[in-house]
């Protein structure tokens, strides 16, 4: 069975400081791993994804995220926090050559402290 | 243009009433998605549609039901639903259609509805 856990409900952060938000997943064969942010009263906005090739990933909002295959985790970084960053993070998988169907975790609440 | 647009934005029903929720997209995306979202937990699938056909019904209770009308447009028919319905509902597309494509979900602002 696929799965996604972020182990961290929340992550607190100063601003300027570097950040990380933490996913590992399951799955049975090649993953798609995204992440998506969500901020209040939004929908979810789609930030990087990974598919296959380079290890690190980059994305929007200058947030970059790093596979590594043999942890099974997709962890989200961004060099320096903005207070604008605090927000829900979601990380997904897909299996790769499956249905169209996101596995999500449970989502990580990123507060960047100014 | 990457957008997907859902009205209403903001929905009050009675548990005997009939409402329908819209979703649209013009990016030529071939799935479409409606999920069900509580308050800061992850989006739940309720339906998948592939090629304008349902694809997914992950169970859900015969009182919500789907339409896609043509490739750009979903609806969500809501009917005698349940306190417990109300949350936030999210509309997505994806280029996709097949399921064996690597785009990711596009997502609306998602309606708010509350049930009393």
């Known amino acids: 069975a696929q799965s996604v856990a972020q182990p961290e409900d929340q992550v607190n952060v100063a601003e300027g400081n570097p950040l990380t938000v933490k996913c590992t997943y399951s799955?049975?064969?090649?993953?798609?791993l995204f992440w998506y942010v969500q901020y209040p009263n939004r929908g979810l906005q789609f930030l990087l994804k990974y598919i296959t090739g380079d290890n690190l990933v980059k994305g929007s909002y200058g947030f970059e995220a790093e596979f590594n295959k043999s942890q099974t985790s997709f962890h989200l970084k961004k060099p320096s926090a903005l207070v604008s960053d605090s927000a829900l993070y979601f990380c997904a998988v897909r299996r790769g050559g499956a249905t169209n169907k996101l596995i999500f975790g449970t989502g990580t609440l990123l507060a960047v402290q100014p | 243009d990457t957008e997907v647009t859902q009205t209403p934005k903001h929905l009050v029903m009675g548990m005997t009433n009939k409402k329908s929720l819209k979703c649209e997209q013009h990016?030529?995306?071939?799935?479409m998605y409606w999920y069900k979202q509580k308050a800061k937990k992850p989006p739940e699938l309720m339906f998948v549609?592939?090629?304008?056909?349902?694809?997914i019904n992950e169970s859900v209770p015969s009182r919500f039901s789907p339409e896609c009308p043509n490739s750009s447009l979903l609806n969500l028919h809501l009917h005698a639903l349940q306190p417990e319905d109300s949350a936030l509902y999210l509309c997505?597309?994806?280029?996709?259609?097949?399921?064996?494509?690597?785009?990711?979900?596009?997502f609306g602002p998602g309606t708010r509805l509350t049930v009393t």
């Open positions: 997505a597309s994806s280029q996709d259609g097949t399921g064996t494509g690597v785009g990711e979900q596009y």
């Open positions: 549609y592939s090629y304008e056909k349902l694809s």
């Open positions: 799955v049975s064969g090649n993953p798609y």
């Open positions: 990016m030529g995306h071939r799935a």
